[in-house]
């Protein structure tokens, strides 16, 4: 699976707009602290996954990163090309981007 550290996520987020966010934490830890993007919980993304535009990078966030390392593979096993996994999820974010992020 593609993985991205925080620092390097960080980049992208001030390059193009050839990506999107995915979060796939749940809607109580969505609405306590995140970075925008497009917000669905790992346990709806079977359902839901035809929302995201297959022709843009994703990249997958969760609180550590096992979720979204298991929404990536998801999204990969349905044909998305361009999946990447946040390693370390919104936590590290805090840690090392961004330490007015709240950690939980």
């Known amino acids: ?4 550290s ?3 996520f960080s980049k992208v987020m001030n390059s193009s707009n050839d990506w999107v966010l995915l979060d796939v934490r749940t809607d109580e830890e969505f609405h ?7 917000h669905i919980p790992l346990n709806e993304l079977p359902q839901k996954f035809t929302q995201l535009d297959q022709n843009k990078k994703i990249y997958c966030l969760c609180h550590h990163g096992v979720r979204s ?4 593979i998801f999204l990969k096993s349905e044909g998305f090309a361009n999946v990447y996994n ?3 999820g919104i936590d590290a974010w805090s840690l090392y981007v ?3 992020v709240l950690r939980y």
């Open 1 to 4: 699976m593609d993985q991205i």
């Open 6 to 8: 925080v620092i390097d």
């Open 32 to 38: 306590l602290v995140n970075l925008g993007g497009i």
């Open 69 to 72: 390392d298991s929404a990536a």
């Open 86 to 88: 946040i390693v370390g």
């Open 98 to 100: 961004d330490d007015t």
